[in-house]
């Protein structure tokens, strides 16, 4: 496999959100959303099964229950589909974002250590779910847990309904 870096032929060079169902998004999720974008393309491994290498340009999407990775080379020529059910997601996701709304809230008024506790709480169930990810893909995509943990987050910024 080649190694971790932007020449890497075994990486997302590119990503594309379906947003058409997402609705108006707090300032706090917008910059989550922008920095998981940026941190991944700087640095990612991603290894569809059986590929001889991108780079890809990957389209994420959420279509009738279902998480869909569209991968594509760079050159948007398809590559291969990956859909996932959202159902073991559901759990995770709404207990992340039941603690991110009161992270956000803490930030404002509490106490460095209550924030430092719902923040170590709000890393754990995003560790849950990038874990999950992983497993979800297992035999389908390899990938390392920082990715996961990027394509985590942009599935919660997709999964937002408004």
Same mark, same amino acid.
């Given at each position: 496999?080649?190694?971790?870096? =932007?020449?890497?032929?075994?990486? !997302? ?18 910059? #989550? ?5 940026? *941190? %991944?393309? +700087?640095?990612?491994? /991603? ?5 001889? =290498?991108?780079?890809?340009? %990957? ?10 990775? *569209?991968?594509? %080379?760079?050159?948007? #020529? ?18 992340? /974002?039941? !603690?991110? +709304? ?13 924030? #430092? ?10 560790? +849950? =779910?990038?874990?999950?990810?992983? #497993? ?6 390899? %990938?390392? /847990? ?5 394509? /985590?987050?942009? !599935?919660?910024?997709?999964? !937002?309904? =408004?």
């Amino acid at each position: 496999m080649d190694t971790l870096d =932007g020449n890497s032929r075994y990486r !997302i060079a590119g990503l594309v959100l379906d947003e058409r169902t997402v609705m108006r998004r707090s300032p706090d999720v917008e910059h #989550e959303r922008k920095v998981a974008i940026f *941190d %991944l393309l +700087e640095e990612n491994s /991603f290894t569809p099964q059986g590929s001889d =290498g991108g780079p890809y340009l %990957l389209h994420l999407a959420i279509e009738e229950n279902r998480l869909v990775f *569209d991968i594509r %080379l760079e050159n948007s #020529e398809p590559h291969g589909k990956i859909m996932l059910s959202l159902s073991p997601f559901r759990k995770i996701i709404k207990d992340y /974002f039941m !603690i991110c +709304e009161s992270y956000y809230d803490a930030i404002k008024t509490a106490a460095p250590a209550q924030i #430092e506790a719902i923040d170590m709480g709000r890393r754990g169930l995003h560790n +849950e =779910g990038s874990e999950l990810l992983k #497993e979800r893909l297992n035999g389908k995509v390899e %990938l390392d /847990f920082g990715t996961a943990r990027r394509l /985590f987050t942009l !599935i919660c910024v997709l999964h !937002i309904k =408004g």
